[in-house]
Nanobody, 126 residues
């Protein structure tokens, strides 16, 4: 089993920045793929950024490219998401997800991930 705990969500004004963290515990050796997803009320969960924890290879949703950076600190078993130039449409619950190997083309498919955190709320006001 793997446990994920997110933190760092907050209320900010448009143009602001936030850094989200996700601490991974449990059977961390089994985790190869990780990602940040978000879900706004009435909308489907969507991928924001993904990363292979061993290689560091990452990819970003088109809507977030240039504004977010995903990174990991394997020594601390922590995944990060740095978000800049936030917009009101970025308002959502942000979730950390983890799983074994997921094919690169499937990394934005939420159903491919086994483990999920409880989420951290990001609210961006105009």
């Amino acid at each position: 089993q793997v446990q994920l705990v997110e933190s760092g969500g907050d209320s900010v004004q448009a143009g602001g920045s936030l850094s989200l963290s996700c601490v991974v515990s449990g059977d961390t050796y089994s985790v190869y793929s990780m990602g940040w997803f978000r879900q706004a009320p009435g909308r489907e969960r969507e991928g924001v950024a993904t990363l292979y924890v061993v290689t560091g290879d990452s990819q970003y949703a088109d809507s977030m490219k240039g504004r977010v950076t995903i990174a990991r600190d394997n020594a601390k078993n922590t995944l990060y998401l740095q978000m800049n130039s936030l917009k009101p449409e970025d308002t959502a619950m942000y979730y950390c997800a983890a799983g074994r190997y997921i094919d690169f083309v499937d990394l934005f498919h939420a159903d491919k991930y086994t483990y999920w955190g409880q989420g951290t709320q990001v609210t961006v006001s105009s």
